[in-house]
């Protein structure tokens, strides 16, 4: 059943690992499902089907990033109501957010479908993966509309507190895309449709199980004038969102840039570069959590007028945070190559090519992956104060960093050189969040 949580009272620290951990947990069988789409379809059909997966990532992570962008933006001021104990504010923040997302959505669902074959032939996708890619990226954005509902309810429940709900959601989903991805692929014979399909009908499930227990919670039972659009609170909920969204829809057109020139190194190159880019949200996976964490956490503290709690939260939070970046770098680099075994098949020459290109890649990610985490921090407390502009510049410099690195360095150093335009894009970013907290507390005195 779904709690509840204040966080305006108790230890910051254990109030936000206690918060990020069950996120965690979830996030971790969020990125067990795209691990296990990969696996199958990199061992199941090969190269060529592992590379198609590949030119799909950004085009994917577009849609869902400025789905993700809305809600968490939404989330935040349902969260300063609730730590306001303003609890009709919250319902009617709700109904008209409610409402913003179903728009949305339907907005989203036909300019994805519009675009994707005309941004996949910009992009110079091989013509060998072209049709699987377009079928991929089809049946996923047909899902938009789960999508969008699983993470809206996701995010009223984190703005209470719930950690634990969406969890159980996230494990009830990889269990059902991993059993669906078995059947659909390896028993049916359905190809990448397959694997794209399982995927969409385990975000359904998730979307399912948050919605009911949603409905559960007796402080915010809904009414119809709560659905009803108020004066000034669309604005304000789209003054929150709707950067977030753009945000990451900056950061994805970036990576866009990327895969443009990824794809012009050829197949093997695009499958090694694909095989650690599904391990990219294993990375970043607490990071994630502590993000999601501390823009509850920041937001209720400042609905109650606690500004010494969020300064004492954020210190925690970088802590913890670069402790665990730590730990799951030394993982990866230590198991690294046993991980990525499992993505490639492929003849000997082509296992060999493609996992040197993959190692490599993610130890360069890994080392740095200590910016990463101040990145998510950082970014998350500065959100959670209701500031979604300046994280959106730090947007901006993150595109403007990998685009620039991506186009510029493989000139000077070779194929290689793609690699670091996503440390130098986190560190972009990083530079102006930091300088961004400090401006913003300070307003805040």
């Known amino acids: 059943m779904a709690q509840t949580k204040q966080m305006t009272l108790g230890r910051p620290a254990s109030l936000i690992f206690t918060f990020a951990l069950p996120l965690m947990v979830g996030n971790v069988f969020q990125q067990l499902y795209t691990v296990v789409d990969t696996m199958v379809v990199g061992k199941a059909l090969g190269v060529q089907a592992l590379a198609a997966l590949g030119a799909a990532d950004w085009m994917n992570w577009l849609m869902l990033s400025v789905i993700q962008g809305l809600t968490q933006g939404f ?80 995010s009223i429940l984190r703005a209470l507190g719930d950690g634990r709900t969406p969890l159980y959601a996230m494990i009830i989903a990889a269990i059902t895309n991993i059993a669906l991805d ?32 949603v409905r559960k919670l007796e402080l915010i039972t809904l009414t119809l004038s709560d659905f009803r659009l108020q004066k000034g609170l669309p604005k304000r909920l789209l003054l929150l969102g709707t950067p977030m969204a753009l945000q990451n829809a900056i950061i994805s057109v970036g990576g866009m840039i990327v895969q443009f020139v990824v794809n012009g190194f050829g197949v093997i190159f695009i499958a090694g570069f694909t095989a650690t880019n599904k391990l990219y949200g294993v990375l970043e996976v607490a990071a994630t959590s502590y993000g999601y964490a501390m823009v509850t956490y920041t937001g209720q503290n400042l609905g109650a007028g606690r500004l010494d709690r969020i300064r004492k939260g954020m210190r925690a939070a970088l802590l913890i945070a670069l402790a665990t970046s730590v730990l799951i770098a030394a993982c990866m680099l230590l198991g690294g190559r046993v991980i990525l075994g499992c993505f490639i098949s492929g003849t000997p020459e082509e296992f060999t090519q493609t996992m040197g290109i993959a190692y490599f890649y993610l130890s360069v990610m890994s080392l740095c992956l200590p910016i ?46 793609i690699f670091y335009a996503e440390i130098l894009a986190w560190a972009g970013a990083v530079v102006i969040l930091v300088i961004s907290y400090f401006v913003v507390m300070k307003k805040a005195e």
Do not use: W
């Not at 319902?91 to 409610?98: F, K, L």
């Not at 990226?137 to 789960?146: A, D, H, K, T």
């Not at 190809?191 to 199980?209: E, M, P, R, Y």
């Not at 500065?382 to 502009?389: K, R, S």
């Open 372 to 417: 990463l985490y101040i990145l998510h921090v950082t970014r998350s407390v500065i959100q959670g104060m209701g500031n979604t502009v300046l994280p959106m510049a730090s947007g901006i410099a993150e595109f403007l960093m990998r685009a620039l690195a991506a186009i510029l360095l493989p000139r000077f150093v070779g194929e290689t050189g």
């Open 75 to 154: 989330g935040i001021l349902m969260a300063q109501h609730f730590g306001a104990g303003k609890a009709a504010d919250l319902r009617r923040t709700i109904g008209n957010a409610a409402v913003l997302s179903l728009l949305s959505a339907l907005l989203l669902l036909g300019f994805g479908q519009a675009i994707a074959r005309p941004v996949l032939l910009l992009l110079q996708t091989p013509k060998t993966i072209l049709s699987d890619t377009l079928l991929y990226l089809r049946i996923m954005y047909l899902g938009i509309p789960g999508i969008m509902a699983y993470n809206f309810s996701a």
């Open 182 to 213: 078995l059947f659909f692929v390896l028993i049916l014979g359905f190809g990448i449709s397959g694997a794209a399909a399982a995927t969409l009908i385990a975000q359904v499930v998730s979307c399912f199980f948050c919605f009911y227990h």
